[in-house]
T-cell receptor, first 116, second 112 residues
């Protein structure tokens, strides 16, 4: 079965640079979520989108922005990168049911961002 | 403020025996709970979930028990297999929201 696709899988950037992470949800899923997992930590929710509209917001820095496109893929844009942004970034998707309330979220393999 | 806690960072079990992973939560607004398994360099894989209106859900070798009054849930894996060795995360949803709140994870090692 098709899973959530994330690209790139690995990314190395320098401080103050920008990065764009991409997420392609499972076909027919209409909701995407972004999570950040720092070293030795549990995943922390950043932001989610349902039908191309922001549906929930967590601890996402103002330097980060995200959007969901008409084909339901999503991009997380990160600017003025800091050393502390080095983490695994997971995208998850859910859907297949009417309405914005879904329960099971299916995760992609993650993008490992290293800021030097 | 860690709202979902997994107090055992690691657990070692023999193959064929039962693995019991525990999870406690503090937020009474949580009404849906999920367990994920995570291998290194991979994303979390959904295992099983339970709604707060139930106290047990079973799927093959995996059973999740929920004790709402104690704000405690557990995942039972029986029989345990070496391929079950991974980090297990408990996660919770509140009031129809989309934000998963994760626990800190338990590293399960199933030994031959």
């Amino acid at each position: 079965a098709a899973g959530v696709i994330q690209s790139p899988r690995h990314l190395i950037k320098e401080k103050r640079e920008t990065a764009t992470l991409k997420c392609y949800p499972i076909p027919r899923h209409d909701t995407v979520y972004w999570y950040q997992q720092g070293p030795g930590q549990d995943p922390q929710f950043l932001i989610s989108f349902y039908e191309k509209m922001q549906s929930d917001k967590g601890s996402i820095p103002d330097r980060f922005s995200a959007q969901q496109f008409s084909d339901y893929h999503s991009e997380l844009n990160m600017s003025s990168l800091e050393l502390g942004d080095s983490a695994l970034y997971f995208c998850a998707s859910s859907g297949g049911l009417a309405g914005p309330i879904h329960y099971e979220q299916y995760f992609g393999p993650g993008t490992r961002l290293t800021v030097t | 403020d860690q709202q979902v806690k997994q107090n055992s960072p690691s657990l070692s079990v023999q193959e064929g025996r039962i693995s019991i992973l525990n999870c406690d939560y503090t937020n009474s607004m949580f009404d849906y709970f999920l367990w994920y398994k995570k291998y290194p360099a991979e994303g979390p894989t959904f295992l099983i979930s339970i709604s707060s209106i139930k106290d047990k859900n079973e799927d093959g070798r995996f059973t999740v028990f929920l004790n709402k009054s104690a704000k405690h849930l557990s995942l039972h894996i029986v029989p345990s297999q070496p391929g079950d060795s991974a980090v297990y995360f408990c996660a919770a949803l509140a009031g129809g929201g989309n934000k998963l709140t994760f626990g800190t994870g338990t590293q399960l090692k199933v030994e031959l």
